[in-house]
């Protein structure tokens, strides 16, 4: 089963200032703790809510097509029907919906924000608040992985969220870029023995041609390069204008876009 291109499975994402102001919260307030929730096989909450038919994967023997039940990778709606999905759960344990952002809550009780990225959540919050908020939603979905993150003696002290890795000490909260990423984007791009520029551009010279278009691999490939780089040009503001040239070319990837040792 192929579906068609359709204008309805749109599914947001929370602004990255967000995530500074969950950290300027924890660090405003004295025994706040950080939350980091990673869901697991998130799509999978959701039920569909229209028919999909698809073929039975390599090695299933059958003449019969299935009827998925429930959204998998790979189906256009699938985000979307998981963020609503997972809002309705939210809504049950009486979070509040942010009216401007719907992928921020507020729980009126336990004083928590809550920020959702995908399967992954991002809150802070008086500590035993926390604790609870972590009970909630570990009631509500099948939970791969939490961190709760504060300077309480028996919390972590360090997590990881959207590439960022977050930290607490003495000094206060910190949150960085982790550079597994930077450093595999480098080694990915055949970059490793490159000399840096202090001015980023390039030279006048000869136009290239645009080339090729690149192929469903390359174009993912070069889809999420990009996207690490926006996640670097939040904390460095020279990778900025590298990540804009490229994001450019990121809607119709050609040979001419790769950036080339």
Known sequence: YKEEKRDDVFAATPETSFTRFVLSEAASNEGWAVLILDVSVAFMHARLDEEIVVKPPPGVKTSKYW?????????QRASQ???????????????SRND????????????????????????????????????????????????VISLHPDDDKEGHFLKRHITVDKDGWHSELDERYSKDLVTRLGLDDCKNVITPGTKEGKKQPRGKALGAKGHREYRGGAGVGQYMAEHRADAAFATKQLMRDASAVR??????A
């Not at 009827?67 to 189906?75: D, E, P, S, T, Y």
Request: proline share 5%.
């Open 67 to 75: 009827r998925l039940k429930a959204a998998v990778n790979g189906i």
């Open 81 to 95: 029907l998981w963020q609503e999905h997972s809002a309705g759960e939210l809504i049950k344990d009486e979070w």
């Open 100 to 147: 401007v952002n719907p992928c921020v809550f507020y729980h009126p009780e336990l004083l928590v924000q809550l920020e959702q990225h995908g399967d992954d959540f991002f809150g802070t919050g008086p500590r035993e608040s926390v604790l609870a908020a972590k009970h909630m939603l570990e009631e509500s979905f099948l939970v791969k992985k939490t961190e």
């Open 255 to 260: 040979r001419a876009s790769q950036p080339r």
